[in-house]
């Protein structure tokens, strides 16, 4: 399964990177990953006018984008859009962090699986 990574590198700028999420056959339920622990979950709305300036990840989570995508900035301009049914792994607890954009005027709805 790919998920999206937001990390900061050793530059103290967050950048992204695709990974795999390691699935292994669970028989007749479909395919499995193996369990990780997690600490907590949070649902989250956003207004349809929602930007977030500068700013890090709280803690390291993941992002379940629910009915509406996010457009994400990190300091080299890269800009991904993370739609509806993906998710963002969020590491970027250090450095200058990353933006984040409401697309095409649309509240959202999204839940936060935190890790630490």
């Known amino acids: 399964?790919?998920?999206?990574?937001?990390y900061t590198g050793a530059d103290g700028e967050s950048h992204f990177e695709d990974i795999d999420i390691p699935l292994e056959f669970g028989?007749?339920?479909?395919?499995?990953?193996?369990?990780?622990?997690a600490?907590?979950?949070?649902?989250?709305?956003?207004?349809?006018?929602?930007?977030?300036?500068?700013?890090n990840?709280?803690?390291?989570?993941?992002i379940i984008m629910l009915d509406?995508?996010?457009e994400i900035e990190v300091g080299?301009?890269?800009?991904?859009?993370?739609?509806?049914?993906e998710i963002l792994l969020a590491e970027d607890t250090t450095g200058r962090g990353h933006i984040s954009r409401a697309l095409n005027r649309k509240p959202r709805k999204s839940v936060f699986i935190t890790l630490e």
């Open 39 to 55: 600490t907590g979950v949070i649902f989250r709305e956003t207004t349809d006018d929602y930007n977030y300036d500068w700013h």
């Open 1 to 6: 399964m790919k998920i999206i990574r937001l």
């Open 76 to 85: 080299d301009g890269t800009r991904r859009i993370i739609n509806p049914g």
């Open 27 to 37: 028989g007749k339920i479909g395919d499995l990953s193996k369990p990780q622990k």
């Open 68 to 70: 509406a995508g996010v």
């Open 57 to 62: 990840a709280p803690r390291k989570q993941y």
